[in-house]
């Protein structure tokens, strides 16, 4: 049951023989009576990830692994996400999981641990996609997707092989009424792919994707009095006399429309053993968001308003060269390389409100353009010799980062600063048994502010330089064992000790600024158990249990508070049964979390734990050249009423976003090859 990964060395190897702890999501599962929509789909099953869907197609998942980025409120960060070898996250360590392709999806590598620091600035993890090649014979499929709540998806996707030449091509429409108040959403993704040989031994890949939405709407969150009234509902504003029930994200029309345009390429070259990699990539992002800010809290002069517009600019490149030979009485695979990346944001701010209209643009309040330039050089390399293999790496970070204000009404903001660092890795693994092995790995990591940390100081204007970048030492200990043809099972403990994490300083007038906090530990177990069964039945558990506290006290929180956003156990179990033929299948999944602290003082009402149930049925038909596919899933069985995710420190306590109770989706695919 071992498959092969290039996670943890960057070369094509077996994952039960990496000194790291690397979880793979195949086809199938992603696929696994699911609508391909959002990763918390597919990454439910991996133990240490955290992934939330917030039910808020405007801010993105929650992703966290090891309770690294559970405070982000925008985005992904502390995980490192890659699509095709192209980075989805931008130099500053800030990604963006909806520009992932799940429907061409053939597999999602996770890689938590020591080793991930070897993939550059992030604490927590790697997340790894990669897509199918086009393949003969050609086909051509329809999938229609429906669902509670007014979900509907339609795609239609094409692939094949022409000569030499291979081709995927996808485009798709989510719709959605959303289950929370005002969380309307509708996103539109393309996405193609080139593969083709080079010569002898070389292979070039071309990828290009772009992802829409325009004006989907914020739901924004509540206050635990909010959630336990209902759910669904949005925080009323008390203030709007004119309508007393709208909601702040009603009254405001809080929203966010995304375009986003991205083409990449990736050439390897073989030379006997040896391979030469390029990957090159450039790309295209435009934002507007409109927030619920008052205009009291956009009255000084400093603030820059209530409406964010930006225009992004992004490449980068990854030049690597990978070496095997004979060393003694083993064999040594190194790889050296250097990555480079750079942004450019062209951003403005702009008052919510013209006279006493609210949720249009008004008066200008910030021009300025933002530049992350970083150069990654990194070496990694490992000797196997019978029943040993030794690991080490090197990865030397340096990130530039340089404003340039335009708009001086309120002063002069233009400034700059370097973050740079050094990453070394070490990992043992010891192959007691063709089915045993265990192994050991440590590391630094380095993290540094992205540019939403340092848009605001807490004194209130002016970019917040003087953030240090967090710094942490990660230990690992684990093993991986096969118990016959159909069981495989791995755990491991952790231990993660960082200096200099950022936390929330202060949250007002509309705005949030960070501080560096003393030490947090992080220790952890984390468990996985698959195995199949006779008479088609199969089983999957996966359970983490994490201790992530404040080692030190800073300001007014004492040590040994738990860390926000970040739960203390959970849990995934899935009972499934597959037909002889594959025609049919069925599967039980339950789901479980522990109680979650939404602030630094746990001083807030806890997110309860929850304990939920899902099932989802499957079946497939062949007719000639046609292939049909359905699909059934209940979630929440049993309709639990439960928070599904947390905004880390909201400044007016709207912590709390609600998860759907029970809801449903009916999917149905016709594919026809050619041959």
Do not use: C
Not at 167 to 190: I, K, M, N, P
Not at 360 to 384: A, C, F, M
Not at 460 to 478: C, I, K, Q
Not at 503 to 509: D, K, L, M, Q, T
């Amino acid at each position: 049951m071992s498959v092969v990964v290039v996670s943890g060395s960057r070369t094509e190897q077996e994952s039960f023989d990496l000194p790291a702890a690397v979880s793979v999501v195949d086809a199938g599962r992603i696929q696994a009576g699911q609508p391909r929509i959002n990763l918390s789909e597919s990454l439910v099953a991996v133990p240490g990830i955290v992934v939330q869907n917030r039910q808020n197609y405007a801010q993105d998942l929650q992703v966290s692994s090891r309770g690294f980025g559970a405070r982000s409120s925008f985005g992904v960060r502390g995980v490192r996400l890659i699509a095709d070898g192209i980075p989805a996250t931008m130099p500053d360590g800030q990604g963006q999981a909806a520009t992932f392709n799940l429907d061409m999806a053939e597999r999602i590598e996770i890689l938590r641990g020591p080793f991930s620091a070897l993939y550059g600035n992030h604490s927590g993890g790697v997340i790894q996609l990669f897509t199918r090649d086009g393949e003969a014979p050609p086909s051509v499929e329809l999938s229609v997707t429906g669902g509670s709540d007014g979900l509907r998806k339609r795609e239609i996707n094409a692939q094949g092989k022409t000569g030499t030449l291979g081709y995927v091509l996808d485009a798709s429409r989510f719709e959605t009424d959303g289950y929370r108040q005002h969380s309307a959403a509708v996103r539109d993704q393309g996405y193609a792919k080139l593969t083709l040989p080079t010569g002898r031994d070389g292979k070039l890949s071309i990828v290009a994707n772009a992802l829409d939405q325009d004006d989907t709407q914020d739901p924004l969150g509540v206050t635990w009095d909010s959630f336990s009234r209902d759910p669904r509902a949005g925080e009323t504003d008390t203030t709007d006399t004119a309508s007393p029930q709208r909601s702040f994200a009603q009254r405001y029309n809080t929203r966010k429309s995304i375009a986003h345009r991205q083409i990449g390429l990736n050439w390897q070259q073989r030379f006997g053993t040896s391979r030469l990699q390029l990957t090159a990539y450039g790309g295209q992002r435009q934002v507007i968001q409109y927030q619920s800010f008052s205009r009291a809290f956009q009255q000084p002069a400093s603030h820059s308003g209530g409406v964010i517009d930006f225009d992004r600019e992004f490449r980068g490149m990854d030049l690597n060269w990978q070496d095997v030979r004979a060393l003694g009485p083993g064999t040594l695979r190194t790889t050296a390389g250097v990555e480079y990346a750079d942004s450019e944001d062209l951003r403005q701010g702009f008052e919510n409100f013209l006279g006493p209209q609210l949720g249009v643009k008004g008066r200008l309040r910030r021009d300025e353009s933002n530049r992350l330039t970083s150069i990654d050089p990194y070496v990694q390399t490992e000797w196997e010799s019978g029943a040993w293999v030794l690991t080490g790496g090197l990865r030397h970070t340096r990130l530039k980062v340089a404003v340039r204000d335009r708009f001086l009404d309120n002063g002069d903001d233009s400034g700059g600063t370097v973050y740079q660092g050094t990453a070394p890795v070490l990992g043992i693994l010891r192959k007691l048994a063709p089915t045993l092995n265990l192994y050991a790995s440590a590391a630094r990591g380095f993290e540094t502010p992205t540019l939403n940390e340092l848009f605001y100081s807490a004194s209130g204007a002016g970019f917040n330089f003087d953030l240090e970048p967090g710094r942490s030492l990660h230990l690992e200990v684990g093993a991986k064992a096969m118990f016959g043809q159909h069981t495989r099972a791995e755990l491991a403990l952790f231990q993660a000790r960082t200096r200099n994490e950022l936390v929330v300083e202060a949250s007002n007038g509309g705005r949030t600024s960070y501080r560096n906090a003393g030490s947090t530990l992080r220790q952890g177990m984390e468990l996985s158990l698959a195995s199949r069964f006779a008479g088609g039945w199969n089983a999957l558990v996966s359970a983490s249990l994490l201790r992530a506290i404040y080692d030190e006290g800073f300001g007014s929180i004492p040590s040994g508070n738990r860390l926000p956003g970040v739960p203390r156990a959970s849990l995934f179990a899935e009972l499934g049964w597959t037909a002889k033929d594959g025609a049919l299948n069925a599967a039980l999944e339950a789901q479980a979390a522990s109680l979650v602290h939404p602030d630094d003082a746990n001083a807030a009402v806890p997110a309860p734990g929850y304990g939920i149930l899902h099932l989802r049925l499957q079946a497939r038909q062949q007719l000639g050249r046609w292939q049909l596919k359905e699909y059934l899933r209940v979630n929440n069985l049993l309709d639990r009423d439960y928070v599904g995710s947390v905004i880390v420190a909201e400044a007016n306590r709207r912590f709390y976003e609600a998860a759907p109770g029970r809801n449903w989706l009916l999917g149905i695919s016709a594919q026809y090859r050619f041959q």
